[in-house]
Nanobody, 123 residues
Framework: QVQLVQSGGGSVQTGGSLSLSCAASGRSFSNLVVGWFRQAPGKEREFVAQLTWSTGSTFYSEEAKGRFTISRDIAKNTVDLQMNNLKPEDTAVYYC????????????????WGQGTQVTVSS
């Protein structure tokens, strides 16, 4: 069983930066893929980025590419999301989630979810 605890987020103006962190409690991220998702009011939850813990390989949505960076801190057992050049349309509740490696990349494969963190970008 993995418990995911999120930290970070908050409010910033357009063009600003925020960071999010996802810590695993109960076990390490070994053999897991950790993803970041977001959900804006009235919209479906959407994929932002993912990181395969064992290899460090990453993948981003088109919206996140070039502005967001997902990374791991092995010593702290966290997966972090650095968000730069934020836009009002990035406003959402952000969730970290984890799935076992080699499972499909669909959102349904993510078994473990963090509590969610609000990110608000004002114009």
């Amino acid at each position: 069983q993995v418990q995911l605890v999120q930290s970070g987020g908050g409010s910033v103006q357009t063009g600003g930066s925020l960071s999010l962190s996802c810590a695993a409690s109960g076990r390490s991220f070994s053999n897991l893929v950790v993803g970041w998702f977001r959900q804006a009011p009235g919209k479906e939850r959407e994929f932002v980025a993912q990181l395969t813990w064992s290899t460090g390989s990453t993948f981003y949505s088109e919206e996140a590419k070039g502005r967001f960076t997902i990374s791991r801190d092995i010593a702290k057992n966290t997966v972090d999301l650095q968000m730069n050049n934020l836009k009002p349309e990035d406003t959402a509740v952000y969730y970290c989630a984890a799935r076992r490696s080699f499972t499909p990349t669909s959102i349904e494969s993510y078994n473990y979810w963090g509590q969610g963190t609000q990110v608000t970008v004002s114009s």
